[in-house]
């Protein structure tokens, strides 16, 4: 087994291929796995000290929440994106999140407000100590999941959810842009709740849309240092 691979913490537990499949999705959403990088089962399965059919069994299933993929006479790779992909994650995220945003500026209640307030202080803070990556990832989705909640439309909501996994894999990626700027990811989340406060869903909408656009750029500029990076 090559040196230079990926390391992962052995099982010992009962639900096997459950728990391969939280691990290895954990390691493709906090970067020990990079887009584009091949899963081999005989080194996973060696890391986890399990055998090889839990493992592809697990891998499959990755594959069928769209952060894994399997190319014929290569194997399990981790899913990478073109600039077009980039945008199109993005794109239906701005049209789903925007119409999900004109229904809360409607409909959010004095505690939907107070625990959106509770999650944008909750990013801010762990931004400013400069927490793992991870941490803050799950903070900014958490705060975008609950507008598509409150929206209170379940064919929106599991629109947003099928790009769950590839919205975190791609904050993944560039999360770490925002250390150089650790106040940005409150200031943009706060402008949004304190337009949604204000019931004014235009600007609430067009910060969303600058913000969700900013991700984008960053995505397709960290995705392509990345990818120049693999040819050298």
Known sequence: MSSQAPQLQPLNVLNLRQHINQRIRDAILDGTYKPGQRLVETFIAEQLDVSRAPVREALSALEQEGVVIHVPRRGYLVVDFTDKD?????????????????????????????????????????????????????????????????????????????????????????????????????????????AICDKDAKRAGAILTEHILDAQYRATEALGKLHSSNLE
């Open 86 to 194: 980039i945008e199109e994650v993005y794109s239906l995220r701005l049209l789903l999140e925007v119409g999900a945003l004109e229904r809360v500026v409607k409909c959010a209640t004095e505690q939907d407000l107070a625990e959106m307030q509770c999650l944008v202080d909750d990013l801010g803070e762990a931004a400013m100590q400069k927490q793992d990556a991870n941490s803050i990832v799950t903070l900014d989705m958490a705060f975008h999941e609950f507008i598509c909640r409150v929206a209170d439309h379940s064919r929106l909501y599991s629109a947003w959810d099928s790009l769950r996994l590839q919205t975190r894999l791609l904050l993944g990626v560039t999360s770490k842009t925002h250390y150089d700027h650790p106040e940005q990811p409150k200031k943009w989340h706060q402008d949004i709740l304190d």
